[in-house]
């Protein structure tokens, strides 16, 4: 059982090039998020979904698209890079249901120069 | 609006003695409130949650947490520390009520337990 497991795991962009975050799922899981972390800021929601098919903004969602065309993947793209976007990002998955926690991917490393 | 402060940055305790990361929080509902812990280079890990019933829940590692409706904290502890418990830990809150079922996390709280 992989659990979630994110694509790519390090990462390194120039400004204004895009990219593309692969986070997939085989818990069944209904709620899919995307968060970035950074130094001093703990975890940022950037999107999140509920099912698929369905997506919505979260804390910081400027500069990035998701898309939850299955349910057990959720994509986040960044159309034009930036450096203020070097940061680890997160994926995380949970059932449908507000009482259970979540749970997280390894990680995925992006630096933009 | 949710919100979760650990007001703590970094936690430094002595091995084998008692330690207590802060946390508290503010929601407009109920709060279903969770502690995460992240190692090096990991993602985070679920320790512990707090849903409904007894104010005083336990976790992995021989962890739990103190759920105090007053005070509005949710206060991670451990009776006795180890070296391996040094890590980033998170105070997450969820609105158990309403609204969006979106997940607030704290800014992190380093661990040092000291050999």
């Known amino acids: 059982n992989a659990g979630v497991t994110q694509t790519p795991k390090f990462r390194v962009l120039k400004t204004g090039q895009s990219m593309t975050l692969l986070c997939a799922q085989d818990?069944?899981?209904?709620?899919m998020y995307w968060y970035r972390q950074d130094p001093g800021m703990g975890l940022r929601l950037i999107h999140y979904s509920v099912g698929e098919g369905t997506t919505a903004k979260g804390e910081v969602p400027d500069g990035y698209n998701v898309s939850r065309l299955k349910k057990q993947n959720f994509l986040l793209g960044l159309e034009s890079a930036a450096p203020s976007q070097t940061s680890v990002y997160f994926c995380?998955?949970?059932?449908?249901?507000?009482?259970?926690?979540?749970?997280f991917g390894q990680g995925t490393r992006l630096t933009v120069v | 609006a949710q919100s979760v402060a650990q007001p703590e940055d970094q936690v430094n305790v002595a091995e084998g003695n008692p330690l207590t990361v802060k946390c508290t929080y503010s929601?407009?509902?109920?709060?279903?409130l969770f502690w995460y812990v992240q190692y090096p280079n990991r993602g985070l890990q679920f320790l512990l949650k707090?849903?409904?019933?007894?104010?005083l829940v336990k976790g992995s590692y021989g962890f739990e947490a103190e759920f105090n409706k007053s005070q509005t904290s949710f206060h991670l502890k451990k009776p006795s520390a180890l070296v391996s418990d040094s890590a980033l830990y998170f105070c997450?809150?969820?609105?158990?009520?309403?609204?969006?079922?979106?997940?607030?996390f704290g800014t992190g709280t380093r661990l040092t337990v000291i050999p």
């Open positions: 995380a998955s949970s059932k449908g249901e507000r009482s259970t926690e979540a749970f």
């Open positions: 997450a809150v969820r609105d158990g009520s309403s609204g969006a079922n979106n997940l607030f």
């Open positions: 818990m069944n899981h209904e709620y």
């Open positions: 707090y849903i409904t019933g007894d104010n």
């Open positions: 929601v407009s509902g109920n709060p279903y």
